[in-house]
Structure formats: C-alpha cells, structure tokens
C-alpha cells in the first residue's frame, strides 16, 4: 500500500493550498480516509476524514469553515483544500486510510499512512 501526498509548499497567511493524496494498493472506495498534520515537537493532530463514498465528512474544530475535505474514488485520490491559511497551520500534512466502518479522529484507527508533505506558513 501507498500513499502519495503532494501540494505542500509555501504560503502567505490568508493564502489557499490544496493538497493531494494517490493511494495504491489497496482498495480505495472501502477505505475512510483521512487528513492529520504535525508541527515541530508537538503531536500528531486530526484535521479532517472522509466516508468512504465522500458522504460524510469531520473536520477538526481548528480548521472546520476553512478546510474541506473531499475524495475521488474513480481516481483513488483524496483531497484537503486549504483557505483562509494562518501561520498555526504550519505542519507536515499526512493522508491515511482506515479499514473501519466509520469516521475516526484517532490516530492509531488508521491502518495505513503517507509520508507527509510540509505545509507552511508565513505573517
């Protein structure tokens, strides 16, 4: 299994990013997915997570209003796009999946997991 996350870079605050996430190797469309990011000596954080037919999603409350999460099982790739970006959004993003039923916040719910990309940004 992999997951391949991309569109990190660098941005002013009040900026937009979007990310992306290619999963292969497994079978996309019965996995939740889910976005997590992680700033320098703190934990690994909850940003948002969606069904697995992109019903249902749950952003953190950090973030709900500027992030919005979304999937396309037809190309096994989720999404995580970014407005309204404050210098407290700085992290490195992770994508994951998650063979459970239902949406999860928890960390260790996740079965597989990306290698990251660095999100950062500028006052």
């Known amino acids: 299994v992999q997951l391949q996350a991309s569109g990190g870079g660098l941005v002013q605050a009040g900026g937009s990013l979007s990310l992306s996430c290619a999963a292969s190797g497994l079978t996309f469309s019965t996995y939740v997915m889910g976005w997590f990011r992680q700033a320098p000596g703190k934990e690994r954080d909850f940003v948002a997570a969606?069904?697995?037919?992109?019903?249902?999603?749950y952003s953190a409350a950090s973030v709900k209003g500027r992030f919005t999460i979304s999937r396309d099982n037809a190309k096994n790739t989720v999404y995580l796009r970014m407005n309204s970006l404050k210098p407290e959004d700085t992290a490195v993003y992770y994508c994951a999946a998650d063979t459970g039923s239902t949406i999860s916040s928890y960390p260790p719910s996740y079965d597989y997991w990306g290698q990251g990309t660095q999100v950062t940004v500028s006052s």
């Open positions: 969606i069904s697995r037919r992109g019903v249902n999603t």
